[in-house]
DNA sequence: CCCGGTAAACTTTTT
DNA sequence: GTTTACCGGG
């Protein structure tokens, strides 16, 4: 067969991506060749005339979306547009804002930002000093809302997290509203709100969009799942895909039961299963199978494969996180002897903290590598202050924004002068950027303090007017130029100062850049950097080993799969262990692990690990039991002694009182080696006891901040004249 | 108001 | 080990 959108389909996956109208549910398997039946499924609804703009595809990530749409144009379509649930949600409600109260340009939080709010709101309320954090309270704040519940289904009164977030629920909603600002999960509900209070609206969408897909449906939490029912009737072309056995974000309010009932939700559902897996062995198919077999919540699925048995999945039980690390380093040193691809090979761990470990591990071996996750380009603070003053030029409403920035750089309007203003703005009617351009308002803060607000308004002024004729990379050249923010970034004298100049620098080419592209304009871009996550920037140096957490794999495959931390309480994590739900999940998470492999997997553990500065006893994880006998083999190390390495805690906990006299004895301008860092030359020294620490510049050029009673510095000589 | 120093908390997982 | 928040002197 020589029509590219059926060719090599098995019998399942043609009935899946030739179905027609009526309500569709694909249960795909791992590995059973999901995304090429979702993309061919568009492509040939296009090639029968539906338009591009009347097919809905949502996804969870920007990865995903991208992925497909480019596939899509593979076989010939056109460009659709495929978007996460949450962009989509954002680009709706941009055009309909005003219905909700809501300015065309509004600011989305983010989760950093939403904390932001949260504090300064329970500053207003006098609701700190309960030493109540912003990020529980804002956490509580999101699960309900995922979970379309309200404070009085908490359990009431039994702690201070309770009383605050029912006290600060509903002025949080005003503040935002207040602020013309949306945190994430704002987005949905918002739209959904919309859809349900303006029927005449709501038909309008269902008119536009009259062929829907959703992808990881498993994942889709009550607020999308009412949200798709608004959109699609019970009759509609909806086509849903996912796997409940990999359903994996619980935590932030999926129901597995979206995907379990959805027959009943819209009967006459079609279901197509897709049981053939064509990425693994047949092996690795077996182990991850017999572990999710014990999941009790399950909807019947069995997966197969004609593949080749393969390798046994290799189990490695280290002494300790050091020897699990250079285990795993020699080994892939070994695989890539053998011809693999650096890119073939990934790290998978429970959480992020878990991967330090090995970075040095990778480091000391000379082998590149790439931690994906982790802090994004966007979530760093240079980026975020110049973001923030963008979004105060589109939304003058955002006080958050403003109060970030107002002494950034500092520029002599302290605390104290902030509150005064905010307050007199207030009375007034005006959010803080507009008391900032009212000269009639800066009577009551300090002359030094008028003077610089005088300074501030005029940039800002500015970069309004640059955002006008010059766009996005108007207003940021605006903004550079105006508050000297690069050399501020760029003169602190720490060794990020070059990473922060090329940040920037990245942040302005990527505005330019996007200008170049887009039509939006300002607006356009940060509602575009908003919903952005660490993942979505692909920076192409060649491959590298990439490194992630389980979460982050979900979606990919590597020939070489290595999975490290299976430890009773990292994986399964300590916090899931007291409810069936919990572990359940967990196990979820190691099937998933487990199914992204092609060729070979590789498990670790420790017997001991260092958590919070302690070292605990580890218990091999309870899923490391799980696997079948006759799927597994010991690994044999190398490391037949293994060498016990310098840092492991032996030197000061052995003999800690001469490790203490050393530490006396530094100061600055000695010359001092550290067991990982070589030899260097100390700048500075702080504190006292046991929290006494240095500065030391070493050899690489790099200073670091370390704790004497930890790094274990000795002293090499006085060399004075560095 | 700013900065340096000191102490404490911190580690699920993400749009 | 790291990072952040708070406190007190200049």
Redesign the pocket.
């Known amino acids: 067969m020589s029509d590219p959108i059926q060719k090599d389909l098995n019998e399942q996956q043609a009935a899946a991506v030739m179905h027609g109208r009526g309500p569709l549910m694909v249960l795909a398997g791992a590995g059973s060749g999901k995304t090429r039946v979702v993309t061919r499924r568009i492509a040939r609804l296009l090639r029968e005339g539906v338009r591009g703009s009347e097919i809905l595809a949502m996804t969870?990530?920007?990865k995903a979306a991208g992925e497909m749409a480019h596939r899509v144009q593979d076989l010939g379509g056109p460009f659709v547009r495929i978007a996460?649930?949450?962009?989509a949600c954002a680009r709706f409600l941009r055009a309909d804002a005003a219905l909700l109260g809501y300015p065309e340009h509004f600011t989305i939080y983010?989760?950093y930002d939403r904390d932001s709010a949260i504090r300064s709101l329970l500053e207003d309320l006098g609701l700190?000093r309960l030493k109540v954090?912003p990020?529980a309270v804002g956490?509580t704040i999101?699960r309900l809302k995922n979970t379309c519940m309200s404070p009085q289904d908490l359990a009431t009164g039994s702690s201070d997290l309770a009383r605050v977030v029912e006290q600060v629920w509903q002025p949080y909603r005003d503040r935002m509203k207040q602020l013309g600002a949306m945190d994430?999960?704002d987005l949905l509900l918002n739209f959904l709100k919309l859809l349900r209070e303006h029927p005449d609206t709501a038909e309008q969408y269902r008119a536009r969009f009259s062929w829907i897909l959703v992808d990881e449906f498993q994942d889709t939490n009550r607020v999308q799942y009412d949200l798709l029912r608004e959109l699609a009737p019970k009759d509609g072309n909806v086509c849903v895909v996912g796997d409940p056995d990999q359903s994996?974000?619980g935590?932030?309010g999926a129901e597995i039961r979206n995907i379990l009932d959805f027959e009943d939700d819209y009967p006459g559902t079609t279901v197509v299963r897709l049981e053939q897996n064509y990425r693994s062995t047949a092996v690795i198919l077996r182990a991850a199978e017999t572990v999710i077999a014990n999941n009790k919540q399950r909807k019947h699925k069995r997966l197969r494969t004609d593949n080749e048995e393969g390798q046994p999945l290799y189990l490695f039980r280290a002494a300790g996180a050091a020897e699990e690390a250079q285990t795993i380093a020699d080994r892939i040193h070994g695989l890539l002897g053998e011809d693999v691809s650096l890119d073939e090979i990934a790290i998978f761990y429970?959480?992020?903290?878990l991967s330090r470990s090995i970075e040095q591990a990778l480091k000391d071996k000379g082998i590149p590598y790439e931690i994906l996750?982790g802090l994004s380009f966007f979530e760093r603070?240079e980026i975020k202050d110049l973001l923030a003053y963008l979004r105060v030029l589109v939304n003058p409403l955002d006080d958050v924004s403003m109060e970030r920035v107002i002494?950034v750089p500092?520029?002599?309007?302290?605390?104290?002068?902030?509150d005064k203003l905010k307050r007199a703005g207030h009375e007034a009617g005006m959010s803080l950027r507009e008391a900032v351009g009212e000269p009639s308002l800066h009577a009551i803060?300090?002359p030094?303090?008028r003077k610089a607000l005088q300074q501030l308004a005029a940039v800002l002024d500015k970069a309004q007017a640059a955002t006008a004729s010059l766009g996005a990379h108007g207003a940021l050249a605006a903004i550079l130029e105006g508050t000297d923010y690069l050399n501020h970034a760029t003169s602190l004298g720490d060794p990020e100062d070059i990473a922060r100049e090329e940040n920037i620098q990245e942040l302005v080419s990527d505005v330019t850049a996007f200008d170049e592209k887009n039509e939006e304009g300002l607006g356009g871009y940060l509602q575009h950097v908003s919903?952005l996550?660490?993942?979505d920037r692909a920076q192409d140096d060649g491959p590298r080993v990439q490194m992630?957490?389980?979460?982050?794999a979900k979606g990919l495959e590597f020939d070489h799969v290595f999975l490290v931390g299976l430890d009773e309480g990292v994986f399964p994590?300590?916090?899931?262990v007291d409810t069936e739900d919990?572990i359940e999940?967990e196990r979820r998470?190691m099937y998933v692990a487990i199914t992204r492999g092609r060729r070979t997997v590789f498990c670790s553990s420790a017997k001991e690990r260092m958590?919070?500065?302690q070292t605990d006893r580890m218990q091999p994880s309870r899923f490391w039991k799980e696997l079948p006998k006759d799927c597994v083999q010991a690994y044999e190390s190398k490391w037949h002694s293994f060498e016990q390495e310098p840092?492991s805690g032996e030197a000061w906990s052995v003999d800690p009182d001469p490790g203490l006299e050393a530490t006396v004895a530094i100061q600055r301008g000695l010359r001092v080696r550290?067991?990982?860092f070589g030899n260097g030359v100390v700048r500075?020294v702080?504190?006292?006891?046991?929290?006494?620490?240095a500065v030391v510049r070493f050899l690489d050029g790099v200073e670091?901040?370390?704790?004497l009673e930890?790094?274990?510095l000795k002293v090499v000589d006085h060399g004075a004249d560095w």
């Open positions: 969870f990530t920007n996460t649930f949450h962009s983010d989760t700190d954090k990020s956490s999101s994430f999960d994996i974000y935590f932030r429970r959480t992020h903290w996750g603070r002494n500092t520029r002599g309007i302290g605390k104290s002068s902030v803060v300090p030094k303090a919903l996550t660490s993942q992630m957490t389980v979460h982050a994590s300590m916090r899931s919990g999940e998470l958590i919070n500065g840092d550290h067991d990982l500075s702080s504190g006292r006891g046991g929290s006494m620490r670091r901040e370390l704790i930890y790094a274990g």
